[in-house]
């Protein structure tokens, strides 16, 4: 079964960080772009970042001012996404997706959905 599963989230104080992972299963990431995405109650998903297996490059929002990093280790066939200084509003269901690197981590270019996880930022 081929499929990707988000972990990592919680609550957490504002000014905190957290560490989502997000591990393919049935498939390998090495020939993949992923994507972290996020999407808040009543809100539209947001695309946050997104790392290219193979090269490890990548690339980020600019609203998110630095303050999230992605990541991948190809031999867990993980990527992770390390969020410091976190604000309330960055509350949300986080979601890795995987793609075709030339599709840009677009969300409609996507071709494998994690479920997400959910991070809370409140005090």
């Known amino acids: 079964q081929l499929q990707l599963v988000e972990s990592g989230g919680g609550l957490v104080q504002p000014g905190g960080s957290l560490r989502l992972s997000c591990v393919a299963s049935?498939?390998?990431?090495?020939?993949?772009?992923i994507g972290w995405f996020r999407q808040a109650p009543g809100k539209e998903r947001e695309g946050l970042s997104c790392i290219t297996a193979n090269d490890g490059h990548t690339f980020y929002v600019d609203f998110l001012e630095g303050r999230f990093t992605t990541s991948i280790n190809n031999a867990k066939n993980t990527v992770y996404l390390q969020m410091n200084s976190l604000k309330p509003e960055d509350t949300s269901v986080y979601s890795c997706?995987?793609?075709?690197?030339?599709?840009?981590?677009?969300?409609?270019?996507?071709?494998?959905w994690g479920k997400g996880t959910l991070v809370t930022v409140s005090s």
């Open positions: 997706a995987a793609g075709p690197p030339e599709r840009s981590c677009q969300a409609g270019g996507m071709n494998y």
């Open positions: 049935g498939f390998t990431l090495d020939n993949y772009a």
